[in-house]
């Protein structure tokens, strides 16, 4: 059953690849040059024809194969969802509300997901790891960090 | 080689003064470098402008002090949290972070630091006294023997194709079409930004590189976290000193992989990245037991540490003999010796012989230091790995932002590298092998712009490639071991189809 499941996904990771090779295919048409022997277009294309050759013997050995990898097939994707939002809403804070208190309430929220129970520490953490950050990047190595759409932090 | 100069070169260097400057500037090169996503080039385009007004030698021996740490200090953050501190150190994840899982993060550490210093100190060795008979060699490189070096470089990433070659040829496919985005290096236009103007810069390959190695691996272990928290013992941390045993076994390939490193560093253009994972590649080849490489084996720590170690004085040679950077930090130090008004090539030779010989001891005495530094600190470093997850795992992700963020101060870059975490991520759960990707993603413009410049050359007439002999026995060669490689997959595959459980193939 999970055999059949893995051949199902690689047969979609291979039309995947195959879509990416024909979509930068199609881009890199028209890209010329007049004066040079090959144009800009040239290396895209032959990367891309290449890959759309592979993946379609890739697809065609998968449905021929009677046996396939048992790679690890994720059963559940809860965490995959929750992570991803977890960092987007933390690039989204950063934007927003600037580094250090985007920073703060990640650590804090994280922390949280994974089990740590304690207050203090959550807390401690969180702050003591947004002033390190600052103090190496902002005043040690002098790089301007997000402060946000109001400057305050 | 004026010995005279060489002596008193090292009684300058020995003086308290400056034997502090390189300690500090070691000892902040290993923290950059093990921080993920500062760079060494980052680290020494910092450093620079603080050293402008330091005294001219003493500016240079903090700039290698930062340079030689800063190579070293990746491998520290790959062996304890398998995230590469810089991308040189990636290569060190595989048997280095293995061994860290083992319970033997202080040996992979130990090695480590063992393997660098010694790979620094004989690259510092052959950049003193081969310097200018080495660089005489590159000197006569052109685009096809480029494009050559490049196409070999790329046959042998198949061995890093893992289980399946369609696979790994997917990834190298997959990097070298991250690099199509940006300005393209033929007539400079913009290609596939989508009307995006900060996708003008590319995509960077620390903000890929952290996705595809820093986050990727944070969701795997959150993901592992989720589904069964496991809490970890205390890791001991014991064995930091190498034995002469252990020493022993690993000369063989601490030697062949420095020299790989030199070589590789002399061509300009292939920095350390593409050197640690050709010595690994080749460690693995050569070994009795490949198939116990990415389980945690010490030369699969060694070959990768020396080879970027060996790196950093072979890239020194055509950047000061030629004024051709063999890597992006040595294209900062040719920054350095423009700033201090210095002329690099053959009259820097000639008039400045008072700064060279400096350099040429200090680089030295540099690398002695980053060992006796690396291994003292050693300890320190890896009680990181005794940070429960729910504290590590949150700082490691600020990390990975910050030093997506930090390279070009952009925040796409960080939307970049979460990008490449997702895929990466399930690149993994795949079977697709994400170093090849990383390191295409290095190659791929010297590959193209080579192959256009070759191109032009010969009128469009790909024989161009077999035109000259250095050009055409690379790319003979690259031939030769990509139908190695294939044959030997088949012929394997065809023994032991019969047995069950063999995943390997070319499929």
Same mark, same amino acid.
């Given at each position: 059953m999970q055999i059949s499941l893995f051949r199902k996904k690689e047969l979609g990771n291979s039309v995947i690849f195959i879509s990416i090779g024909i979509i930068f295919l199609i881009l890199s048409r028209g890209m010329e040059a007049d004066v040079y022997i090959i144009g800009p277009g040239f290396f895209p294309r032959l990367i891309s024809a290449s890959l759309i050759v592979i993946n379609v013997v890739r697809f065609l050995v998968i449905i021929m194969s009677s046996n396939g990898s048992t790679a690890d097939v994720m059963s559940n994707s809860r965490p995959l969802y929750i992570l991803t939002i977890l960092l987007i809403s933390y690039l989204a804070g950063i934007i927003i509300v600037g580094l250090?208190?985007? $920073?703060?309430?990640?650590i804090y929220v994280l922390m949280s997901i994974l089990g740590n129970r304690s207050l203090f520490q959550k807390i401690l953490i969180a702050l003591a790891v947004t002033f390190a950050i600052k103090a190496i990047f902002k005043w040690v190595l002098v790089l301007p960090l997000p402060t946000g759409f109001w400057n305050i932090f | 080689m004026d010995f005279s100069l060489l002596f008193w070169a090292f009684t300058e260097i020995l003086k308290p003064i400056n034997l502090l400057i390189i300690v500090a500037s070691v000892t902040m090169g290993i923290t950059i470098g093990a921080l993920p996503g500062l760079t060494v080039t980052m680290g020494v385009a910092l450093l620079l402008p603080l050293t402008f007004n330091f005294p001219t030698v003493q500016s240079f021996l903090a700039l290698m002090g930062i340079y030689c740490g800063g190579v070293y200090g990746g491998s520290i953050s790959a062996i304890l949290m398998g995230i590469p501190g810089t991308p040189a150190a990636a290569a060190t994840i595989f048997d280095g972070h293995a061994?860290?899982?083992?319970?033997?993060?202080?040996?992979? &550490?130990?090695?480590?630091?063992?393997?660098?210093? =010694?790979?620094? &100190?004989?690259?510092?060795?052959?950049? $003193?006294?081969?310097?200018?008979?080495?660089? #005489?060699?590159?000197?006569?490189?052109g685009p096809v023997e480029y494009f050559g070096i490049a196409f070999f470089a790329l046959s042998? &990433?198949?061995? &890093?194709?893992?289980k399946s070659l369609l696979k790994g040829f997917t990834s190298i496919l997959l990097g070298f079409l991250c690099t199509t985005i940006g300005i393209e290096p033929i007539l400079g236009g913009p290609r596939f930004t989508f009307g995006f103007e900060a996708l003008s810069a590319g995509l960077g390959l620390i903000p890929v590189a952290i996705g595809l190695f820093g986050l990727a691996q944070i969701f795997d272990d959150f993901i592992a976290f989720y589904q069964s928290p496991i809490k970890k013992g205390r890791q001991v941390i014991k064995n930091i000193l190498p #034995?002469?045993?252990?020493?022993k076994k690993i000369s063989r390939t601490l030697l062949k992989s420095t020299f790989i490193g030199v070589g590789i560093g002399i061509i300009p253009g292939i920095g350390p990245e593409t050197a640690s994972f050709v010595a690994y590649a080749e460690a693995k080849r050569s070994s009795k037991n490949p198939e116990l490489f990415g389980t945690g084996v010490i030369e699969g720590v060694v070959a990768p540490e020396s080879g970027n170690n060996g790196v950093t004085g072979g890239a020194m040679v055509p950047m000061m003999t030629l004024g051709i950077p063999g890597d992006a930090p040595t294209a900062i130090l040719l920054g350095g010796f423009l700033l201090h008004g210095l002329p690099v090539g053959p009259m820097l030779f000639r008039d400045h012989l008072n700064i060279v010989y400096p350099i040429f001891g200090g680089f030295i005495v540099a690398n002695i230091l980053m060992g006796i530094i690396g291994i003292s600190l050693? #300890?320190?470093?890896?009680?990181?790995?005794d940070v429960p997850q729910s504290i590590l795992m949150p700082i490691i992700c600020v990390l990975c932002f910050i030093g997506s963020y930090a390279t070009r101060l952009s925040l796409l870059d960080v939307g970049i590298s979460v990008f490449?975490?997702?895929?990466?991520f399930f690149l993994r759960r795949y079977d697709f092998p994400l170093s090849p990707m990383l390191v295409s993603i290095i190659l791929a413009p010297m590959l193209e712009m080579n192959m256009a410049n070759a191109l032009t050359i010969g009128n469009g007439s790909f024989w161009v490639f077999f035109s000259t002999p =250095?050009?055409? $026995?690379?790319?003979?060669?690259g031939i030769i071991f990509l139908i190695f490689i294939i044959v030997g997959r088949v012929r394997k595959k065809e023994i032991s189809s019969s047995k069950p459980g063999n995943k390997e193939s070319i499929l």
């Open positions: 250090s208190l985007a $920073t703060v309430l990640f | 061994l860290a899982k083992k319970g033997f993060a202080g040996q992979a &550490l130990g090695l480590a630091c063992i393997a660098s210093s =010694i790979a620094g &100190l004989i690259s510092a060795l052959i950049m $003193t006294f081969l310097s200018p008979q080495v660089a #005489r060699i590159a000197l006569m490189f042998i &990433l198949v061995i &890093l194709s893992g #034995r002469w045993n252990v020493m050693a #300890r320190f470093f890896a009680r990181v790995m490449f975490g997702i895929v990466g =250095i050009g055409a $026995t690379f790319i003979i060669l």
